[in-house]
Antibody, heavy 124, light 110 residues
Framework: QVQLQESGPGLEKPSQTLSLSCTVS??????????WSWIRQPAGKGLEWIGR???????NYNPSLKSRVTISVDTSKNQFSLKLSSVTAADTAVYYC????????????????WGQGTMVTVSS | QSALTQPASVSGSPGQSITISCTGT?????????VSWYQQHPGKAPKLMIY???KRPSGVSNRFSGSKSGNTASLTISGLQAEDEADYHC??????????FGGGTKLTVL
């Protein structure tokens, strides 16, 4: 059973770069067929897709965040990571990592496995 | 890329049916059959309930069903139960390898 676990600092200062990692257990991140994604949720609000990476290293980002986001993968550690630069209080949220199926798997084109989420607060 | 529109809240009594709408545009919901729905209990991660507009993952109750008409997708829960009380989020493919979520709907079981 594949499981995801986010890790990283819970507090970040304004203008700094937020860095989070997601460790995949119970399966290989390199197995193919999946996009490894980041999603966030400010308190009391809806979900916001941040971006995703395929095992090939190909990335896609939310246009509204694209200039500040970098998602990378480390297959040797079975992890993928998020970097969000120039953070402000508006970036305070619970950050989730999740697995998104491609058209070759079932369920496809949906987030079928989620991490438990990690709260990140941006404050001086 | 704007968030999909969902009602802030819906409610129903046990045993009743409710429907949650998710309205987008021809560039997202209306343009692709890749709408998914997620259930989220307080303090928990979202759980996949419906994908590809109307398909149910293994293990999800058949009380949950999805549909789409034009630019609006819908999630229907029949035989409402107390455990269904949660937030529900829709998500759609939005072209150019991007995804967009709705604002979420709080379901209250009266």
């Amino acid at each position: 059973q594949v499981q995801l676990q986010e890790s990283g600092p819970g507090l970040e200062k304004p203008s700094q770069t937020l860095s989070l990692s997601c460790t995949v257990s119970g399966g290989s991140i390199s197995s193919g067929g999946y996009y490894w994604s980041w999603i966030r949720q400010p308190a009391g609000k809806g979900l916001e897709w941040i971006g995703r990476i395929y095992t090939s290293g190909s990335t896609n980002y939310n246009p509204s965040l694209k200039s500040r986001v970098t998602i990378s993968v480390d297959t040797s550690k079975n992890q993928f990571s998020l970097k969000l630069s120039s953070v402000t209080a508006a970036d305070t949220a619970v950050y989730y990592c999740a697995r998104y199926g491609s058209h070759t798997v079932d369920p496809d084109r949906a987030f079928d496995i989620w991490g438990q989420g990690t709260m990140v607060t941006v404050s001086s | 890329q704007s968030a999909l529109t969902q009602p802030a809240s819906v409610s129903g009594s046990p045993g009743q049916s409710i429907t949650i709408s998710c309205t987008g545009t021809s560039s997202d919901v209306g343009g692709y059959n890749y709408v998914s729905w997620y259930q989220q209990h307080p303090g928990k991660a979202p759980k996949l309930m419906i994908y590809d507009v109307s398909k149910r993952p293994s293990g999800v109750s058949n009380r949950f069903s999805g549909s789409k008409s034009g630019n609006t997708a819908s999630l229907t829960i029949s035989g409402l139960q107390a455990e269904d009380e949660a937030d529900y989020h829709c998500c759609s493919y939005a072209g150019s390898s991007t995804l967009v979520f709705g604002g979420g709907t709080k379901l209250t079981v009266l």
